[in-house]
């Protein structure tokens, strides 16, 4: 029996390990469906459709798969309006590095270029959020193209896009299909001149910090020992929390926007400072001083600040080369402070905002984030929506070095933190999910909610209710604009999520919350916990310029002008606790 070229491309998947597919079916994809219909689902060794209520819930959710596993996910959308949806979650699943795969069906071939109904460019469009994108003209053409999307999106990590008009999907395959080329990927091995060249910087340097990124991945004991025959303070990106945070007695926190702890003093003050597998985009929070950078990829070198010493390799083998070649440096005087700062600033700055507040309304959000912490699971995947949720997940979760936490941390998505949870908790049945959602958020893609009652996930979502767009309210007051037009009205998310078969409880009692928290997680199917959170409660980074700080003046004396001095008080009482203290 004739086979199409449909089920070609499915069984080429199945080849690859590809275990699902997410989407929402229709016209132009239906023959990918059917023939995924044919597979009998992964009970049956074949593949299941995973039906979401938005495209881009879709890729968001494939992302999450292939950044928490490695292995190759996909996500699909329609000709025109549906693979245009796809497009934002494409864009963070690439910057992620995710192994993506992405079938964008089209319209039929032979309209193409007639301004047809539904018509777009998909092969053009998503050129800019992949490392591959390609349309399929016949059936002779097709296992060929797939292969190489495949391999594009696992040898380079990023977003494979597949173009296929719906009429060729339905053609009979006619062409062989090509073996899976599994590989493991490669280590590289710096140059053993560039290894020696960081050696002597280190070597004639007084003070050394590191700032650690997510390419520490793999290399967490190896970083600690160079920390400690250094005596470097261990600085780290948001996406490197998972791998540089836990059994770290060298951890000065993270800077940037999000920072907290002695991070910032720690880099600047450094005569040397080592970025080791971080591409940190914020150069404003990078200092000027004698920096050496370590990183696989080599168009990364150099491009956020200027380096001295650039090595191209992976971190791990680089400090198996680098680690005899270093002499031990005596004086922990430079350590010592940053360690003594940064235990200064958290017991009594980030952590001290979340004592005695247990009947304090409205809930601090600090505090319902640092009891979170302590009642999820020691393995639970954390998904954090763009926005505060980002702060507060960076400041209070700890990795524990078998915790998750994902974000749309390159790419700065809102409305991620579902559909990210969604994909996570598919490809981790067994394993306890949060999504940390913000109201904002969540009301974004709120169907998504339907998405998994469909599919009775036990997702715990965590909604930091505080009627407002907080990052982008910070984000005015120190341009020294008044926030405007950042209030979400108020929602019952809880009432909401109880509708579609959830657990939910919606908390306005800071005492409540611990329990809260117990009650949902133990809870067989999905839940939902609603918290009312502070509104005026925003995040101040760990350094604040003095052109913040005049920013912020004049905000708060436009605040008053315009709608009172009890709003600005108020603020401004919600907010001394994120000032940091020396």
């Not at 999504?435 to 998405?451: A, F, N, P």
Request: charged content about 20%.
């Amino acid at each position: 029996m004739a086979k199409e070229l449909a089920n070609q491309l499915i069984e080429q998947l199945q080849a690859a390990g590809v275990q699902r597919i997410y989407g929402i079916v229709g016209d132009s994809l239906n023959p990918i469906v059917d023939a995924v219909r044919q597979t009998g689902g992964a009970k049956e060794g074949g593949i299941d459709w995973a039906h979401v209520r938005h495209e881009e819930a879709a890729a968001f959710a494939a992302a999450a798969e292939a950044q928490l596993t490695g292995k190759l996910a996909v996500c699909a959308g329609s000709c025109g309006p549906g693979n245009l949806h796809l497009i934002n979650g494409l864009y963070d699943a690439n910057r992620s590095g995710a192994p993506v795969l992405a079938i964008a069906s089209h319209i039929p071939s032979k309209q193409i270029g007639s301004s047809f109904f539904q018509e777009t460019h998909p092969d053009r469009l998503f050129n800019e959020c992949s490392v591959y994108s390609e349309m399929v003209s016949t059936a002779e053409q097709a296992p060929r193209v797939v292969h190489s999307a495949i391999q594009h999106a696992l040898g380079l990590g990023g977003v494979a896009v597949v173009t296929l008009p719906g009429d060729i999907a339905g053609l009979e395959a006619t062409a062989p299909t090509p073996l899976p080329a599994t590989f493991r990927r490669a280590t590289l091995t710096p140059d053993p001149a560039s290894v020696q060249e960081l050696a002597d910087a280190i070597n004639n340097a007084g003070k050394v910090a590191i700032f650690a990124g997510a390419g520490v991945e793999g290399a967490h004991d190896e970083l600690i020992a160079l920390a400690e025959l250094i005596n470097a303070p261990i600085g780290h990106s948001l996406r490197g929390k998972d791998f540089v945070q836990y059994n770290n007695p060298f951890d000065i926190g993270m800077t940037g926007l999000l920072g907290y702890g002695a991070a910032a003093e720690g880099i600047e003050d450094a005569d040397l400072l080592i970025l080791l597998g971080t591409d940190f985009p914020y150069d404003q929070f990078l200092p000027e001083t004698r920096t050496a950078q370590v990183d696989r990829a080599a168009h990364r070198l150099g491009r956020r600040t200027d380096v001295d010493v650039a090595v191209h390799g992976d971190v791990l083998p680089t400090l198996a080369a680098l680690m005899p070649l270093l002499k031990p440096k005596k004086s922990r005087r430079f350590l010592d402070q940053m360690l003594k700062k940064h235990d200064r600033l958290m017991n009594k700055s980030v952590r001290a905002y979340t004592r005695k507040v247990e009947k304090k309304q409205p809930i601090h959000p600090e505090y319902a984030a640092s009891l979170l912490d302590q009642v999820a699971a020691e393995d639970a995947i954390f998904t954090a929506d763009t926005g505060m949720c980002n702060v507060w997940t960076a400041r209070y979760i700890n990795p524990l070095g078998t915790r998750r936490l994902i974000g749309s941390y390159l790419h700065g998505s809102m409305a991620n933190a579902l559909p990210h949870a969604i994909g996570a908790q598919l490809a981790y049945p067994g394993r306890q999910v949060v999504s940390v959602s913000g109201d904002g958020g969540l009301s974004m893609l709120l169907g998504e909610l339907i998405t998994v009652a469909a599919h009775k996930l036990p997702v715990n979502v965590v909604v930091f209710n505080n009627s407002t767009l907080g990052m982008v309210k910070l984000e005015m007051l120190v341009d020294g604009l008044p926030d405007f037009g950042v209030d979400v009205p108020d929602a019952d998310y809880a009432a909401v999520a109880r509708a579609l078969g959830f657990h939910a409880v919606r908390v306005a009692d800071p005492a409540l919350i611990e329990g809260a928290y117990r009650a949902a997680f133990a809870h067989p199917g999905p839940s939902l916990v609603e918290l009312i959170t502070d509104p005026q409660a925003l995040s101040l980074p760990p350094k604040i310029s003095g052109t913040q700080v005049l920013g912020f003046a004049t905000a708060m004396s436009k605040v008053v002008l315009n709608r009172g001095a009890g709003e600005a008080v108020s603020m401004a009482r919600s907010n001394l606790r994120n000032i940091p203290r020396r």
